[in-house]
């Protein structure tokens, strides 16, 4: 523990040395900074689920919205805040109004191809797998959805490339496991590392893993593969984790694994298709709890969702898809009714 401490309180002090000598040896620069947003808005109906109780709500929502900005400071030294709203996503007849939370909050400092990043920010877990993926605005990607980690963390990491090329790209953090919320919960921290290797200008391979010191006995570790090719026409994307649960269950640990293949891809003009399908070799505790798509956590699931992508015009975009998911069978031989939701998403940026 000692240890740990000692490496975030160092690598604390050396982004306020940094900082304090920059500013120092050059002016501020005079760039006023930017703002941009992110809207995700979906018309939907509940064709079908496994709680009944659900079953034909339809409606709009805005299931995000992003109000972001960034500013250069000094030189190497730059800074983001961004707020994130959402509607209740909880199919709760107590509707609440829209709330904005901190989604990222950090200074970072960059020197040719490393840097370091102090704050609320983007955490390894997904950050390449959901820019390979694209689809954000339909759907959260495979590990955010089953609740398998987070995007977020309040710490400090250091990303970068090990290579001259860029071929060899690091991302390394250090957090208190606690998403973007801000108090500590626990006197243990999360430690997450990805590596990720370019094989060619169209392929790529990252390998994750993290180690969360949770309160108790209740620790978590996670490994997870992911490969893709991409090219301006077509991209595929698959990936395979594991995560162990330290006495998450009354027989002891929990195993969850999870398995995803995706691809999105040109059709013609201005429209492109995209697929999608995520498999949950067994129930996964949380997913009941989902906003905007509950997954029965008694059995294995498949997640599938497939659409269109029409660009209306620059940043702006329909998304007309469906989402479903398909059951194994329960303890009880039973399987719960398979969940179909079409949905017309509209998604813009400004």
């Known amino acids: ?47 079908q689920n496994h709680d009944e109780s659900i079953v034909n709500e339809n409606g709009v929502w805005f299931r995000r919205i992003y109000f972001t900005y960034n500013r250069d400071i000094a030189s190497g030294f730059s800074t983001r805040l961004r707020l994130e709203m959402d509607s209740d996503g909880s199919f709760s007849d107590q509707a609440m109004k829209m709330t904005p939370v901190v989604k990222d909050a950090y200074l970072k400092w960059k020197k040719e ?14 950050g390449v797998i959901e820019d390979v993926w694209s689809y954000r605005s339909v759907e ?3 590990l955010d ?7 977020r963390d309040l710490g400090l990491s250091f990303k970068g490339s090990l290579l001259p090329k860029g071929s060899l790209n690091y991302h390394f953090m250090v ?11 626990n006197q243990g921290k999360k430690w997450m590392l990805s590596l990720g290797y370019e094989l060619s200008e169209d392929l790529l391979v990252e390998i994750y893993g993290d180690y969360d010191d949770r309160i108790g006995s209740s620790d ?19 990936l395979y984790s594991r995560q162990t649960r330290q006495n998450a269950i009354p027989a002891g640990d929990l195993d969850v694994q999870l398995a995803s293949v995706f691809s999105h891809f040109d059709i013609a003009g201005k429209t492109r298709g995209f697929l999608r399908l995520d498999h949950a070799f067994d129930g996964i505790p949380g997913t009941d709890d989902n906003d905007y798509l509950p997954i029965s956590s008694t059995t294995s699931s498949t997640f599938l969702t497939s659409g269109v992508d029409y660009t ?16 194994g069978e329960d303890a009880n031989g039973i399987s719960p009714d398979t969940d179909i939701i079409p949905r017309i998403t509209l998604a813009y940026r400004f």
């Not at 957090?175 to 919960?185: F, M």
């Not at 209306?312 to 059951?327: K, R, S, T």
């Open 113 to 126: 191809e490393h840097e370091i990043v102090a704050g609320i920010s983007g955490t390894p877990t997904w």
């Open 220 to 238: 978590r570790y996670t490994l997870q593969l992911f490969g893709a090719y991409e090219t301006d026409t077509f991209s595929l994307g698959a």
């Open 145 to 151: 959805l089953f609740g398998m980690g987070s995007s």
């Open 140 to 142: 959260k990607s495979p």
């Open 1 to 47: 523990m000692n240890s740990l401490r000692f490496v975030v309180m160092a690598g604390i002090c050396l982004v306020m040395t940094l900082s304090i000598s920059s500013v120092r040896a050059q002016e501020q620069t005079s760039t006023p900074g930017s703002f941009s947003g992110t809207v995700y808005s979906d018309y939907y109906w509940v064709a």
């Open 312 to 327: 209306l015009a620059e940043g702006i975009h329909l998304q007309p898809n469906v989402e479903m998911v398909i059951y």
């Open 175 to 185: 957090g208190n496991g606690n998403s973007n919320r801000a108090n500590e919960i």
